[in-house]
């Protein structure tokens, strides 16, 4: 077809409803809001990995949703969340990423959660354990008792990573939640303990959901000349994209021929537990997060929307705690080599979600976004953005081609169920 | 410092200099004569107090950095130029004045050719990274080579157009 007008340019695309959706859904502020009160809110979040608060009185603070978080450890092991405010003047009470509450604070004490402004201090349990002068400025009014911290439903799990979700009475449980997605990998992840070794973050111009849209088609893997020349074989073009409840998906595995790539090895010697050589497993998690296993290597993304159209992307990479020290450096060049930041792979994955932020920035015309490749739910049919498309439609209620209308199962869906 | 520490001192800064020029043209082959060839390993490290780790984002010998910077064109990248500013702060030359190291300051700008729209960003300079080079060298006939740097970062947050060896 030649170069279109500006009609044909607009027109629905002849694909399916669910083929398709509208661009304003990646650019517009009300969608945004919709989406951090609608969703955010009420989902699970791998807010870090147990590793990172290793021992106890160890700290990790975080944000979900515009919400500051704090992720303790207790010195009964227990890890736990907590809103990252002070019930006295709504002072944020931990500055920092991360530390331990062992060494005293300049206005607190150790072994306690101290804000800095008046000195209230509180326990690993978020138990409100000092007010300073309490008699003199409440009487008999108001006491510690009363002033407790606001707890968070908190779980370690699939491998060690720290969920948090805000929503004191979730719509389901975090196994239910993640579970069936998780299965592929479970043995594998709690086999033993898993460790951090990588951590860097991008901030991006774009939506978070073309990020996490990026992590959930392979159809881009033509950008990426390691993979293709690693990866495109029959076994490859075979992989299942299968789609699971609450609109998680996972990418089923292949053996990855790394020796393909001038200068790379094999990764097989360092397998993680119960996996034949090189395996690849993907599993993306609504609304925005993302575990990827390369034989040797586990990558998490975590998204923290910062507005329509910007977008906080979290990088960690994971070995086995008991790894040795060679076993470790050979892991982390391994993930380097194509997730680091200087990498093959993550670098072109972010060049291509700025562009798509570029041409869908606030104010700009909507677009016809296609999702419309069908190849029996293989590695390059687009079934796994359709099933996200559908969740997300149903938790904001609105429709994924149509945004100012009200969520209705849409042609395609409807066909297939 | 040896008799002759002066000249190596010299010598030694002016490899590091001349390593920043090549980096900054993508002269890569250029950059990698002025490393030892069999002893060269170089590394980007930072420590993230997020996690609590000296983290290691890459690392490689000679041959390996040759074979990265060799298989460059085959991927996509941004296509804006770095500059560096580095300033030499102390070097270290041994009593037999075989060999040295050196801690330098770099600061990185981005100069902006893509940026997220090239229209609006082409032609300005954004701070891009900072961090200290930490460098070993052999010293040959006068000449400093490279035998070991370590890239030492204090960012991480690294976003698009962190292709290249820093």
């Known amino acids: 077809m030649p170069a279109r007008n500006h009609s044909q340019w607009m027109a629905k695309p002849p694909l399916a409803d669910d083929e ?39 700290f990790r603070t975080t944000s979900i949703a515009g919400e500051p978080v704090i992720i303790c450890r207790g010195p009964d092991d227990e890890v736990r969340a907590f809103l990252n405010v002070c019930p006295h003047r709504g002072m944020l009470i931990e500055r920092r990423p991360s530390g331990s509450f062992l060494e005293g604070q300049p206005s607190g004490n150790p072994k306690r959660i101290t804000c800095m402004f008046h000195a209230w201090q509180f326990d690993m349990k978020g138990n409100c354990v000092y007010v300073a002068r309490e008699k003199e400025g409440y009487q008999d009014r108001f006491c510690k008792e009363q002033a407790g911290l606001r707890r968070l439903r908190c779980e370690v799990k699939f491998g060690g990573f720290v969920w948090v979700n805000l929503d004191d009475k979730p719509s389901v449980s975090l196994e239910d939640w993640a579970g069936a997605p998780f299965e592929c990998l479970r043995k594998t992840l709690d086999e033993e303990p898993l460790e951090i070794f990588h951590y860097h973050k991008a901030v991006i111009d ?31 073009f075979a992989r299942n994209n299968e789609a699971f409840p609450h609109g998680h998906v996972v990418v089923g595995t292949f053996e990855v021929n790394y020796e393909n790539y001038e200068g790379f090895e094999s990764r097989g010697e ?80 972010l060049i291509g979600v700025a562009g798509q932020g570029t041409t869908m920035r606030p104010g700009t015309e909507e677009r016809r976004i296609l999702h419309g490749r069908q190849e029996n739910q293989t590695i390059h049919d687009e079934n796994g953005m359709r099933h996200y498309y559908e969740e997300w439609g149903r938790w904001v209620d609105r429709s994924p081609s149509q945004p100012d209308q009200a969520y209705s199962v849409r042609q395609g869906v409807a066909a297939a169920e | 410092m040896p008799k002759n520490g002066y000249e190596t001192a010299q010598a030694v800064r ?111 300079s954004r701070l891009f990274l900072v961090g200290k080079y930490h460098d070993q060298f052999k010293i040959e006939d006068g000449v400093a080579k490279f035998t070991k740097r370590d890239t030492r970062l204090g960012n991480r947050r690294l976003d698009k157009g962190s292709h290249y060896p820093i």
């Open chain 1, 20 to 58: 398709w959706i509208d661009s304003r859904i990646y650019s517009d502020q009300e969608i945004f809001e919709d989406e951090q009160e609608k969703i955010f809110k009420h989902v699970w979040v791998p807010v870090c990995h147990e590793s990172e608060l290793p021992k106890a009185y160890d």
């Open chain 1, 206 to 236: 774009t939506n978070y959901k073309l990020w996490h849209d990026t992590n959930s088609e392979f159809y881009h893997d033509f950008m990426h000349y390691h993979n293709r020349v690693t990866g495109f074989n029959d076994a490859y």
């Open chain 1, 270 to 349: 360092l397998s993680f537990p119960h996996l034949p050589p090189n395996q690849w497993y993907m599993i993306d998690l609504f609304p925005g997060f993302n575990f990827n296993l390369r034989g040797s290597a586990l990558r998490c993304d975590t998204v923290t929307p910062l507005g329509p159209d910007k977008v906080m992307i979290e990088f960690r990479g994971l070995g086995l705690k008991s790894d040795t020290e060679e076993e470790r450096i050979t892991r982390i060049n391994h993930h380097n080599s194509i997730w680091g930041p200087f990498g093959r792979n993550l670098h072109e994955d």
């Open chain 2, 14 to 124: 002016d490899t590091i200099y001349r390593a920043s020029l090549a980096l900054d043209d993508f002269s890569w082959q250029d950059w990698l004569d002025l490393c030892a060839p069999d002893e060269f390993h170089y590394m980007i490290t930072s420590f993230s107090p997020e996690i609590g780790k000296n983290m290691i984002y890459l690392q490689g010998s000679w041959k390996e950095m040759k074979l990265m910077v060799d298989m460059l064109p085959k991927h996509n990248t941004d296509h804006s130029p770095l500059h560096r500013h580095t300033s030499v702060y102390t070097v270290d030359v041994s009593a037999d004045g075989k060999t040295a190291e050196a801690v330098s300051s770099v600061v990185i700008y981005q100069n902006m050719l893509d940026g997220i729209n090239s229209h609006i960003d082409s032609g300005e």
